[in-house]
T-cell receptor, first 113, second 113 residues
Framework: GAVVSQHPSWVICKSGTSVKIECRSLDFQATTMFWYRQFPKQSLMLMATSNEGSKATYEQGVEKDKFLINHASLTLSTLTVTSAHPEDSSFYIC?????????FGAGTRLSVL | AQSVTQPDIHITVSEGASLELRCNYSYGATPYLFWYVQSPGQGLQLLLKYFSGDTLVQGIKGFEAEFKRSQSSFNLRKPSVHWSDAAEYFCAVSTDSWGKFQFGAGTQVVVTP
């Protein structure tokens, strides 16, 4: 299956700063990638669909100006959490694939102090 | 509305005993169904998937799942669990042609000696 790499795996930042998370599809050209957020002891909630070369599609309730997504190439999507606050602390996971299967990255744990 | 329900939040099972995790779905069309496993702080690993055909699906690590359309269920089973099976298990449905997934709340499996 496809190999999906996320970087960093863990990031700690101060409140008010911005953090960028990278999602790379190492062996699969992905026109679409997905970003999920997972709070402790909870399920994955889809945040947005990242579309190569165009604007991301955000799920209801997700602030597009706070969670900036850029999908500039077929192998890289980035999620930038702008002006992070403690409530943004979570586990962020990206995925690539299609309806038949999704391959997930190992996730990025964000801790905002 | 589409939904995925995992009724059991937490299951404790003895090593060597059998395991069954329940999943019910509500979906208008023919569902694409998946089971993923997540170890602490890790991404998701695909155990098995069902699209059509034989309703009993074999997966990795000795897991299998049975699709029952009449019960809208896709329960995961393993005849004899190993301590390494302790993890969080998620049932998921693929909800559109692009690969947007909807996840159940997850079932935490604890394996006792």
């Amino acid at each position: 299956g496809a190999v999906v790499s996320q970087h960093p795996s863990w990031v700690i930042c101060k409140s008010g700063t911005s953090v960028k998370i990278e999602c790379r599809s190492l062996d699969f050209q992905a026109t679409t990638m997905f970003w999920y957020r997972q709070f402790p002891k909870q399920s994955l909630m889809l945040m947005a669909t990242s579309n190569e070369g165009s604007k991301a599609t955000y799920e209801q309730g997700v602030e597009k100006d706070k969670f900036l997504i850029n999908h500039a190439s077929l192998t890289l999507s980035t999620l930038t959490v702008t002006s992070a606050h403690p409530e943004d602390s979570s586990f962020y996971i990206c995925s690539v694939g299609g309806k038949n299967i999704q391959y997930f990255g190992a996730g990025t744990r964000l801790s905002v102090l | 509305a589409q939904s995925v329900t995992q009724p059991d939040i937490h299951i404790t099972v003895s090593e060597g005993a059998s395991l069954e995790l329940r999943c019910n779905y509500s979906y208008g069309a023919t569902p694409y169904l998946f089971w993923y496993v997540q170890s602490p702080g890790q991404g998701l690993q695909l155990l098995l998937k069902y699209f059509s055909g034989d309703t009993l699906v074999q997966g990795i690590k000795g897991f299998e799942a049975e699709f029952k359309r009449s019960q809208s269920s896709f329960n995961l089973r393993k005849p004899s669990v190993h301590w390494s099976d302790a993890a969080e298990y998620f049932c998921a449905v693929s909800t559109d042609s692009w690969g947007k997934f909807q996840f159940g709340a997850g079932t935490q499996v604890v394996v006792t000696p």
